[in-house]
């Protein structure tokens, strides 16, 4: 009980000490009128998450629903985006709003969705397929008695996959490939051929780039401009290296529409290199913990398949990070996504009863409220 309110304290420093390091930013801030309201709306969110975290009943079995809807809705909008590239085929005007270039590489069209961007929706279909494959490990034995469940999950992954190929997202692919690498050695110890296939996606999508003469004008084709992007923002951090620019600066100081591709790069440049070593302490944290909490967990199979796909995910969208940014109203929404799920991470685990459950162990299952 002790070491549960101590995890819980330290994880409360850190976020004090960030709101912190947001405040300073946007006091020395050569841009503080944008910085402040984006400061001030970026505290609001993060007050927000973190209410939600004390005071929702957030539990590992409820994140299993959460990826089966997570899946429901990744294939929904799998079906329609290639429905949108089989109507661009047959010259329908139709679904037009899902192709982001008719003819991008191979005939074939890159497809953006609602997103409006094909490497935001390709980060979302890897949330949606890694759901998808947690979901497929913790019912793998009602997949051996029912071979329509099976199929289901076959049809479902390869929609997917399929509509994930077409966003031409090679750091989607990365991200997926290392969580399956690692989902599977977790699970299985031993290697799989459906990470090594997806590891060879991002060079088949660049297949234009090895066209190009220079050595130089490769390295721009494969990085899309990120290296330009990057050389600028080491520019910044450089100039403001402790609580860097502020919360919103970047857009307002270079001008450019452009976010920085890289998210450690992003927040160094807006909060320093004191914003960027707390975020990757309560990154350090939280991987640590859940590494803890899967050796403990090694003898209940359903929430060691859990906190492994966590895990692998972590690893895949952190890898992820260095060539998108993911902030969210000025925070990464990676940060968000570790404070929520830090409370069903710290739980121990007392009986629940719930019928046909997956996390059913030997006549009893697996419930992560607290014990009374």
């Keep these: 009980m002790h070491r549960k309110e101590y995890f819980l304290r330290h994880r409360y420093v850190l976020i004090a000490l960030q709101v912190l390091v947001v405040t300073m930013a946007a006091l020395f801030s050569i841009t503080r009128e944008t910085t402040m309201f984006v400061s001030l709306r970026s505290l609001f969110f993060l ?13 590992l079995e409820t994140f299993t629903r959460f990826c089966f809807c997570l899946g429901l809705a990744g294939t929904f909008m799998s079906i329609v985006t290639l429905a949108s590239v089989v109507c661009l085929k047959l010259r329908l005007n139709l679904l037009t709003f899902a192709i982001g270039h008719p003819n991008y590489l191979y005939g074939l069209p890159q497809v953006t969705s609602c997103f409006g961007n094909p490497n935001t929706f390709g980060i979302f279909l890897v949330f949606c397929i890694a ?18 469940i099976a199929v289901s999950f076959y049809i479902v992954l ?8 077409l966003t031409f997202s ?11 690498s690692c989902f599977i050695w977790f ?10 296939v997806l590891a060879l996606a991002p060079i088949l999508i660049s297949k234009q780039t090895f066209e190009k003469g220079s050595m130089t004008e490769v390295l721009n084709a494969l990085s899309s401009g990120r290296i330009k992007l990057w050389a600028e923002a080491l520019k910044l951090f450089i100039q403001h290296p402790l609580f860097g620019t502020g919360l919103g600066s970047w857009f307002t100081i270079t001008g ?14 807006e909060l320093g290199l004191a914003g960027l070593t707390l975020y990757l302490v309560f990154i350090a944290l939280f991987l640590r913990d859940i590494q803890k909490k899967m050796n403990q967990a090694v003898l209940f199979k359903s929430r060691y398949i859990v906190l492994s796909g966590l895990y692998s995910l972590c690893i895949g969208l952190l890898v992820h990070q260095l060539f998108e940014s993911y902030l969210y109203h000025g925070l990464p929404l990676f940060l968000f996504a570790v404070i929520l799920l830090y409370t069903p991470v710290q739980e121990s685990g007392t009986l629940y009863h719930f019928r046909k459950s997956p996390w059913r162990e030997q006549g009893t299952s697996l419930n992560y409220r607290k014990a009374g």
Excluded at 134 to 147: D, G
């Design 187 to 196: 699970n299985g110890r031993r290697y799989c051929y459906l990470p090594m």
């Design 256 to 269: 450019n529409h452009l976010s920085v591709h890289n998210t450690y790069l992003h927040l160094a440049v």
């Design 170 to 180: 090679r750091a989607a692919f990365i991200a997926l490939a290392l969580f399956a």
């Design 158 to 165: 390869a929609l997917q996959l399929s509509a994930l190929f």
């Design 131 to 148: 759901s998808i494959l947690i979901l497929f490990a913790l019912y793998r034995e009602k997949r051996e008695k029912n071979r329509l």
């Design 47 to 59: 007050l927000l998450v973190c209410s939600l975290s004390a005071f929702l009943s957030w539990t």
